[in-house]
C-alpha cells in the first residue's frame, strides 16, 4: 500500500512541475497533462523493472553503456563525412538510440550469463531470496496436501500465489458442475489455511504473460523470473518444467518416498477389498493407499488374513506389493477340536441272573444251581 501511495506523489509533482514551468511550450492544462502521462510512463517502467532479476539488470546497463559508447563512435564518422544540418543531427540521434536499444536488449537476454559468485559474494543475499520463492499450481492447492506438509514445518520461505492460478480457481469454484465448483472451494480453503501457517509468507502476485496462454507455461516463465521453484503433483508440468531447466517439488513423488519400505519375505496382515484382475488373485489396500495384490485370496474377499510379500514394484504411480496366501499354513494353525470317549460303565456280578446289554433290550440269564 506504501508503494502505491509513493508512485501516486511521483505522478502528481511530476504533473504539477510541469504545471508551473511549462517545459513543452504549452498551455499549463496541456503541460500538466503531458507531465501526468510522462510520470504514469515512469511508474510502468519501474513497475516492470522490479520483476527482472538482478542479472539481467547488470547486463542490460552494460549493454547500454557499450552501446552509447558505440554510439558517440559512429556520431564522430557522421560528423566529418555529413555536413551541418537537419539530417546530421537526426542520424546522430538515431544512431544513439539504436546503439542503446540494441545494447540494453542483448545485454539483459545475454544477462543470464554473468556470474555473480565471482564478485566475492556481494549479491549472495539477494540470489539466496530469489531461491527461497516457492510457486503453486492449481492443481496442488485443489490437492490440499501442501497445506498439512506447511503446517508440519517442513515448508518455509515465500509462497508465490500467481493472479492468473486464482482467476483459474475461481473459474472452477464458479463452475456449473457441483463436484468441479466442490473442488475450485476446496482450493479457496487450502489457501486461507497456508495463510495461518506462522513461517510462511504468502506473497500474490499479479505477473502475468499476455503472450503465453497456458497456464503452465506461465508458471514455468514465472519460475524464471523470480528463480524459484514450482510445487505441483502434475506429472507433465514436472516434466515440461525440468527440460527448461526450472526446479520443480513434486507432491506425489514426496509421498512416494515417505510410504514404509517392503520387503519381499515380510509377512503383513490386510484386508482382502476385491477381486483381483488375474485369476484367485484377491486385492487389498494399506492406510496409505498403497495397492497389494494377493494370489490364492479371492475366496477370502471381506476377511482380514496374513499374507507374505514376494515382491515390490515402484511405477510413475505409486508403489504396489504383490504377496501370496498361503491357505495350508493358515488353516494348518488353527486347533481341531478332539473327541474323548466316555469310559464303560463297570458291572458288578452277584448271585442271580445277570443283566447283558444287547441292543438296548435286557435279557435274563438262567444260572444252573
Known amino acids: 500500500m506504501d508503494i502505491i501511495f509513493v508512485r501516486l506523489l511521483f505522478i502528481v509533482v511530476v504533473t504539477i512541475t510541469c504545471f508551473v514551468i511549462e517545459p513543452f511550450g504549452l498551455a499549463r492544462n496541456a503541460d500538466a497533462g503531458v507531465g501526468a ?14 520483476t527482472i532479476s538482478l ?8 549493454g547500454s553503456i557499450l552501446g552509447i559508447c558505440g554510439a558517440y563512435l559512429f556520431a564522430l564518422v557522421i560528423r566529418s563525412s ?9 542520424l546522430q540521434i538515431l544512431v544513439m538510440l539504436l546503439m542503446a536499444y540494441v545494447g540494453l536488449i542483448v545485454g539483459a537476454n545475454k544477462g543470464d550469463l554473468l556470474n555473480l559468485a565471482a564478485l566475492g559474494g556481494i549479491f549472495g543475499g539477494e540470489k539466496q531470496g530469489k531461491k527461497s520463492y516457492k510457486i503453486l499450481d492449481t492443481s496442488v492447492i485443489i490437492d490440499g496436501r501442501i497445506a498439512d506438509i506447511a503446517e508440519t514445518g517442513f515448508l518455509d520461505g515465500i509462497i508465490v500465489t500467481p493472479q492468473f492460478v486464482l482467476r483459474e480457481l475461481q473459474l472452477v469454484a464458479d463452475s456449473a458442475d457441483s463436484l468441479k465448483r466442490n473442488r475450485g472451494r476446496r482450493g479457496l480453503d487450502i489457501l486461507q489455511r497456508l495463510q495461518k501457517v506462522a513461517n510462511l509468507q504468502i506473497q500474490i502476485v499479479e505477473d502475468d504473460f499476455p503472450a503465453v496462454r497456458e497456464v503452465d507455461l506461465k508458471l514455468i516463465e514465472l519460475a524464471k523470473v ?3 521453484k514450482i ?3 502434475d506429472f507433465n508440468l514436472n516434466k515440461v518444467a525440468q527440460l527448461q531447466g526450472v526446479e520443480v517439488l513434486n507432491i506425489n513423488e514426496l509421498a512416494n518416498s515417505l510410504k514404509p519400505i517392503v520387503l519381499p519375505g515380510e509377512t503383513m496382515r490386510v484386508f482382502i477389498l476385491k477381486e483381483g484382475k488375474e485369476y484367485n488373485q484377491g486385492v487389498a489396500y494399506l492406510d496409505d493407499g498403497t495397492m497389494v495384490v494377493v494370489d490364492n485370496a479371492r475366496k477370502m474377499i471381506g476377511k482380514t488374513i496374513d499374507v507374505s510379500v514376494t515382491s515390490v514394484l515402484q511405477t ?3 508403489k504396489m506389493i504383490f504377496g501370496k496366501w ?6 494348518g494353525r488353527q486347533a481341531s477340536p478332539v473327541s474323548v470317549a466316555a469310559p464303560p460303565i463297570p458291572v458288578v456280578a452277584g448271585p442271580g441272573p445277570t443283566p447283558v446289554s444287547t441292543s438296548g433290550a435286557l435279557e435274563t440269564k438262567q444260572g444252573t444251581s
Open 82 to 90: 555529413i555536413p551541418e544540418g537537419h539530417t546530421q543531427s537526426f
Open 326 to 331: 498361503d491357505e495350508r499354513a493358515a488353516y
Open 226 to 228: 523470480y528463480e524459484g
Open 316 to 318: 510413475t504411480a505409486g
Open 55 to 62: 542479472k539481467r539488470l547488470i547486463g542490460a546497463a552494460i
Open 231 to 233: 510445487i505441483t503433483n
Open 37 to 50: 502521462l510522462l510520470g504514469a510512463a515512469i511508474v510502468l517502467f519501474e513497475w516492470k523493472l522490479r
